[in-house]
């Protein structure tokens, strides 16, 4: 089962900040966020281990509630660039499937 | 960024007959994904390769097959296409171990399949 994003979409203002969160039904060992553009394939943001650390490419911050088995992704002081459809996603333990959330879109107007 | 490529980028195909859509990679990467994604449904996973040669099912399997004898590529096949596949197929790659789950996958441009 697919884990669950909310909200399912929102609209933001330029500079305004926002939380996209990920619910699994299963235990997670580790999350990774992706964003994907219109029209473009889905780019990596950052993962999120047990234990804390965080890996990434930009500066997006992120949670990792391992015994709630959710986390969370900040989106601070919205660009324009920001926008797009955000995906968390992982791997079934001990296996090589990956399963992604049902997806959050974002909008950021001017 | 790592050399995925697919292809086709686009095909346009009729009820019942067959398609490949290929994934190629130049990153030397181990592991290999099809998605397939629609309105409402996210990216959804359809097989994957673990090795050469070693593959397994995804989530939304029935009706596809797929098959790797080399590193480099994957191939999806649609043994009889249905109007129910059409859909973005997007191929991914990534490398690690299956103890270390931080790898990250990148995607190649995807495909977009329509059956008509």
């Known amino acids: 089962q697919q884990p669950v994003q909310s909200p399912q979409a929102v609209i933001l203002r330029e500079g305004e900040d926002a939380v996209i969160n990920c619910s699994s039904s299963k235990a997670l060992y580790s999350v990774h966020w992706y964003r994907q553009k219109h029209g473009e394939a889905p780019v990596f943001l950052m993962i999120?281990?047990?234990?804390?650390e965080q890996k990434g490419h930009e500066k997006i911050s992120a949670s990792f509630n391992e015994k709630k088995q959710q986390s969370s992704l900040y989106l601070t002081a919205s660009q324009l660039s920001y926008s797009g459809t955000y995906f968390c996603?992982?791997?079934?333990?001990?296996?090589?499937?990956?399963?992604f959330g049902t997806g959050t879109r974002l909008k950021v107007l001017a | 960024d790592a050399g995925i490529t697919q292809s086709p980028r686009h095909k346009v195909t009729e009820t019942g007959t067959p398609v490949t859509l290929r994934c190629h990679q130049t990153?030397?990467?181990?592991?290999m994904y099809w998605y397939r994604q629609d309105p409402g449904h996210g990216l959804r996973l359809i097989h994957y390769?673990?090795?050469?040669?070693?593959?397994d099912k995804g989530e939304v399997s029935d009706g596809y097959s797929v098959s790797r004898s080399k590193t480099e590529d994957f191939l999806l096949t649609l043994e009889s296409a249905t109007s129910s596949q059409t859909s973005v197929y997007f191929c991914a790659t990534a490398d690690g171990t299956l103890q270390d789950t931080t790898y990250e996958q990148y995607f190649g441009p995807g495909t977009r399949l329509t059956v008509t």
């Open positions: 999120l281990l047990k234990g804390g």
């Open positions: 390769s673990y090795g050469v040669k070693d593959t």
């Open positions: 990153e030397n990467h181990r592991y």
């Open positions: 996603g992982t791997f079934r333990s001990g296996t090589y499937k990956y399963i």
